[in-house]
């Protein structure tokens, strides 16, 4: 299983990024994805999550109402479109499968991490 996430990189504060993750070696339709970020020092966090079906998705007080989340089944691919940046969204983004029913939030349902991509926003 491989979860393989991009296009994170540098954006001035007020700009906008979209992430994707690309998922194989599992059927992406029968899972859930999330999207979870980290900076040094501080423990990884939720940032959004998706249903499978993407009929219901879920987000962290802090991002919503700027972060939006969807997903592609044909393409086996979850994206995190980011709007309305802040520095304090500087971070390592994550996405993860989903394979528990624990909280959405709770990282410890997640599964298959990918390896991050590197979010910058400069003030």
């Known amino acids: 299983v491989q979860l393989q996430a991009s296009g994170g990189g540098l954006v001035q504060a007020g700009g906008s990024l979209r992430l994707a993750c690309v998922v194989s070696?599992?059927?992406?339709?029968?899972?859930?994805v999330g999207w979870f970020r980290q900076t040094p020092g501080k423990e990884r966090e939720f940032v959004a999550a998706?249903?499978?079906?993407?009929?219901?998705?879920y987000y962290s007080d802090s991002v919503k109402g700027r972060f939006i989340i969807s997903r592609d089944n044909a393409k086996s691919t979850v994206y995190l479109q980011m709007n309305r940046l802040k520095p304090e969204d500087t971070a390592v983004y994550y996405c993860?499968?989903?394979?528990?029913?624990?909280?959405?939030?709770?990282?410890?349902?997640?599964?298959?991490w990918g390896q991050g991509t590197l979010v910058t926003v400069s003030s």
């Open positions: 993860a499968a989903r394979n528990s029913g624990l909280s959405w939030s709770d990282q410890r349902g997640y599964g298959n």
């Open positions: 070696g599992l059927t992406f339709s029968n899972y859930g």
């Open positions: 998706i249903r499978r079906s993407g009929g219901s998705t």
